[in-house]
C-alpha cells in the first residue's frame, strides 16, 4: 500500500463523506479521489450513490442481442478489427434481411426483448436503406426493442442523405426507432479522439446528435473507453462535458441518458496493438473497477452504471457491483466488435441468464429482467424461481432450429 500524505487524506475523507451525504462533487474533487483515494474507500462512496440514486439490492439485466448490419467503413478507428474497407470482398459484408431476420427470431427464441443494432460508414448504403431497414425490422417483429445507430452513424447517414440529424433521427423514429446506444464515444475529448478515431465524430458532434436524441424523446445510453493512454485528466473531461450535457438534457426535456457504461480498451489486431506502444494501451482490473467508482460518484445525474463483463470477464464483472454498477447489462447473444479486437466474447459469447444470476446472486443481490428502458420485467426475489429460465438444452434446441446460418456459442 502506497501511503498518502496526511493533508491530502484529509481532503479525501471530506469529499468521501460529502459523497456519503449525497452532495455533488466537482471537476478537482473527482480528480483528486481518482489519484489519491483508497480503492475500497471508492467502492463505498460508489455504492453510497448507488443505494442514494438504486435504492435497494436489485441488479437488472437485459436480454438481447448485438447485430451489425455491415463491417464495411472507411473511418479506420485504431482500435478496431472489425471492419473491413469498402472493396474488402472477404471480409466485407452487407448482411440480408434474410440473416438480420434469422438473428432477430432465434433472439426473440431466446427469450430477447432487444436488438442492438450497429454497423461501419458504409459509403454504398444510401439514405433509405437505414430507413428501410429500421421499418422492416419494426414491421416484421414487432415486439422487439430497437436500439439502433451510434452517433456517429447517425451523423454519417445524415451527410449522405443531406438531412439534418434532426430530419434523420425522426425518419428513424417515425419508423420504429427506440433509442439509440451510447456507441462510439470513448474518450469524449477531442484531445484523444484526434489521436485514437481522427476520422470518427468529434465531441460536440457526439453530445450534439445526443442532444436532438433526447429532445425527441429516443432512449439513449452513453459509453466510455479507457485505456488509450490517456491522462486521468482527459478522463474527468469526459466525465464533466457528460454530466453537464446530462443536467443541460433534464433541464430542457426531461430525458437524458438512462445509462453508463465503460470498458477498457481491446486491441489484439488492430493498429493500436501493433504500435510500439502496445503495452501502455488496455487497463487493469482494478483501473477499470477504480473508474467505475469514480463515474458512479461523479455522474450523479446518470440513474444507472452497468457492469462490462464482456471485456472484463464475468468475476470482474460481478466486482464492479460492489463499485457501484447495478446493472449487470445484456446476455449479448452474438457480439462482434469488442470480440473482433480481443475482449473475452471472442471464447464466450453468450452469457445465459441462469449464470447472470448466479454471478448476481454471489455477489449478494437479487436479479431483476429488465427492457431498454429500465423498467423491471421480472424480479427473481427467489432462487427457485430461476428454474423458469431456459435451460442450455432448450437454448440449443432454439438455435438449432433456425437453419444453417452461424449459430451462438454456448458458456454454462
Ligand atoms: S469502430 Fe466503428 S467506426 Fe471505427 S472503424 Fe470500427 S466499425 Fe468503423
Not at 170 to 193: N, Q, T, W, Y
Not at 283 to 305: C, K, M, Q, V, W
Not at 333 to 355: C, D, Q
Amino acid at each position: 500500500m502506497t501511503t498518502i500524505d496526511p493533508a491530502i487524506q484529509a481532503q479525501v475523507d471530506q469529499i468521501l463523506a460529502k459523497v456519503h451525504e449525497g452532495g455533488r462533487i466537482n471537476y478537482d474533487e473527482g480528480l483528486l479521489l481518482y489519484q489519491h483515494a483508497d480503492l475500497l474507500d471508492l467502492a463505498d462512496a460508489a455504492n453510497a450513490r448507488r443505494q442514494q440514486l438504486v435504492p435497494g439490492d436489485r441488479v437488472t439485466y437485459l436480454i438481447d442481442r448485438n447485430i451489425n448490419y455491415t463491417n464495411v467503413c472507411v473511418t479506420d478507428c485504431q482500435f478496431c478489427n472489425f471492419y473491413a474497407l469498402p472493396g474488402d470482398n472477404e471480409k466485407g459484408y452487407v448482411n440480408s434481411k434474410l440473416i438480420l431476420g434469422a438473428k432477430i427470431k432465434e433472439a426473440l427464441e431466446l427469450g430477447a426483448t432487444r436488438i442492438l443494432m450497429q454497423g461501419g460508414h458504409n459509403p454504398d448504403l444510401p439514405y433509405e436503406y437505414y430507413i428501410d431497414l429500421v421499418d422492416w425490422i419494426h414491421r416484421t417483429f414487432p415486439t422487439i426493442e430497437i436500439n439502433a445507430f451510434s452517433p456517429s452513424e447517425i451523423q454519417y447517414m445524415s451527410e449522405i442523405g443531406g438531412k439534418t440529424w434532426k430530419e434523420t433521427l425522426s425518419d428513424l423514429k417515425a419508423v420504429g426507432l427506440m433509442g439509440l446506444p451510447g456507441g462510439g464515444g470513448e474518450i469524449l475529448d477531442d484531445e484523444i479522439r484526434k489521436r485514437v478515431t481522427p476520422k470518427k465524430i468529434m465531441t460536440d458532434d457526439w453530445f450534439g446528435v445526443m442532444k436532438v436524441a433526447h429532445e425527441l424523446g429516443l432512449i439513449t445510453t452513453t459509453t466510455m473507453v479507457i485505456g488509450f493512454r490517456e491522462k486521468l485528466e482527459n478522463r474527468m473531461n469526459h466525465l464533466q462535458r457528460l454530466r453537464d450535457e446530462q443536467d443541460d438534457s433534464l433541464k430542457r426535456f426531461g430525458n437524458g441518458f438512462n445509462a453508463f457504461i465503460s470498458w477498457t480498451v481491446q486491441i489484439e489486431g488492430t493498429p493500436l496493438g501493433r504500435s510500439r506502444f502496445a503495452d501502455e494501451y488496455g487497463g487493469t482490473s482494478t483501473e477499470y473497477l477504480r473508474h467505475t467508482a469514480i463515474s458512479r460518484i461523479f455522474l450523479d445525474n446518470i440513474p444507472h452504471i452497468s457492469a462490462s463483463w464482456p471485456t472484463q470477464g464475468a468475476k470482474v464483472g460481478q466486482m464492479s457491483l460492489h463499485f457501484g454498477a447495478d446493472d449487470f447489462g445484456s446476455t449479448m447473444i452474438e457480439e462482434n466488435v469488442v470480440s473482433s479486437a480481443g475482449a473475452i466474447t471472442k471464447a464466450s459469447p453468450l452469457m445465459l441468464p441462469h449464470e447472470m444470476h448466479r454471478q448476481i446472486r454471489e455477489a449478494g443481490f437479487t436479479p431483476a429482467q429488465r427492457n431498454t428502458n429500465y423498467d423491471i420485467l421480472k424480479v427473481f426475489d427467489q432462487p427457485e424461481a430461476d428454474a423458469e429460465l431456459k435451460t442450455i438444452q432448450e437454448i440449443e434446441q432454439a438455435a438449432s432450429k433456425q437453419g444453417n446460418w452461424a449459430g451462438v456459442t454456448l458458456i454454462e
